[in-house]
């Protein structure tokens, strides 16, 4: 290793407090300044902690597949998403992740994402015949809780096996607070204990307390009356460690429940939200897809094979995450000092490898803030990562990008959508890249 005391570029921040007011107020203009600033390697301070931003996809590889063992998820995001789901697949280091991921993973091959289109698709029908109410009312739709709610049922039906229609209000309702609080406590350097009860500590544990029970019924009702088909839940109820032959316990089978209704439904909620406002500013885009589906499906529901034939929808979508990748930062704990790029990491401190800012990083993307969804013609961008890389690459990625070429043709089937004129929709980074405000649509039956 060479001169380990070289230092990374910062931008100018406080004297005490570094960047955290920035961080705080503007975290995505904070980052996107920086990467331009000072290039590849940015470093941040946020009072006493020190974190880098590593801007190039072989950064990112030597942070996420080379020397991953030095950079393990025991950041300060995973804690504060522990105080959610716990020890659990998002959260989880080492043997315990690995046996997980091994117990896991056979529910997510696209084998198994095939038994799940009838499902993804009969959701969708049920939201869309109640848009059809709201058009001829002449109500407007909010589409970023349309698509939290309706993944929500989609997650509950394919992986808990149960119709969460009646909670899928609470849970976002719950959720929303949740993830807000953590973010907030990411953020911040001072954070009161989590036991104390402080008004925002209060609503969390509320918040935690309605999600737990609706997991708690759902453990219960799968062991009261098993199902004939397995699930995830059946899967890890009957799962045991390989060496001890212990089965999980209760508490593990809550802290994976928990930690799959949020990654299972929030990320790809916010990802199709993000594409259907992209498209109102691209209509042209949506034509397209609708007569790609027509080709492929004619009007019939969609199988797995009728997929692959929908590239030019999958190029939306894939231009979507590039412009708005729901998880916006990847943040991992740096175990030993490193160097990168010949700058020092040091030890403890946290590296973030941000799809929002490689995204956009304009030696790897022509126009890199244009919509151009045929960039996608061609294939593997190496600065191209919005579900992650390397081992712990997104487990339900098959799935997330079955629910878009399903979800998205049969909305543009069936309705014109129109946003309301006057919004102001922006990015508002919380755990996942949510639309700030939410977005507002009138929708006209075609
Ligand atoms: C568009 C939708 C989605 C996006 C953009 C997305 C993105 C990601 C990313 C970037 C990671 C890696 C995080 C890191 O390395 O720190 C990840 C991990 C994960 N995702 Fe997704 N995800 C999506 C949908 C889903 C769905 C549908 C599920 C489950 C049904 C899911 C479950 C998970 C889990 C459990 C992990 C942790 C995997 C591990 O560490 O082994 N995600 N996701």
Known sequence: MSDKRRIAPSPRGAP???????????????????????????????????????????????VLIRNRKNYDKASRSSDCLALICGESLL???????????RTIQPMFHRAAVVGFIDTIAACTSIMLDDWALKARAGEPVEIASEMMKLTFRIVGRCLFGADLEQEAHAVEDAMHVMVLHTYHRWRS???????????????????????????????????????????????????????TGASLSDEEIRNESIAFLLAGHE??????????????????????????????????PPRMEDLSGLAQTLHVFEESTRLYPPIWAMERHV???DEIAGFHIPAHSSVIVSPYTLHRHPDFWEAPGEFRPERFLKRDHEA???????????????????????????ILQRFELRGEAGQNVEPEPAITLRLKGGFKVRLRER
């Open 189 to 243: 350097i001072l954070n009161s204990p989590s036991s104390w009860p402080t008004p925002a500590n209060l609503r969390f544990r509320k918040a935690l307390a309605d999600v737990d029970a609706i997991v708690a019924r759902l453990i219960e009702r799968q062991r009261s009356n098993p199902p004939a088909q397995p699930n995830l839940l059946t899967m890890l109820m009957g799962s045991t460690d390989a060496e």
């Open 384 to 410: 191209f990562m919005p579900f992650g890389s390397g081992p712990r690459f997104c487990i339900g990625s098959e799935f997330a990008l079955a629910e878009a070429r399903i979800i998205l043709p049969m």
């Open 16 to 62: 005490l407090t570094g960047h955290l007011n920035r961080l705080r107020n503007d975290v995505l203009g904070l980052m996107m300044d920086g990467t331009s600033a000072c290039g590849d390697v940015v470093r941040f301070r946020v009072g006493p902690l020190v974190m880098h931003l590593v801007n190039h996809p072989d950064h990112a590889a030597h």
């Open 335 to 337: 175990i030993a000092d």
């Open 91 to 101: 959260t989880a280091n080492g043997a315990v992740w690995k046996q997980r991921r």
């Open 267 to 300: 990320t790809t909620a916010n990802a199709l939200s993000w594409t259907l406002y992209l498209l109102d500013q691209h209509p042209h885009w949506a034509d397209v897809i609708r007569s790609e589906y027509e080709s492929a499906c004619g009007n019939a």
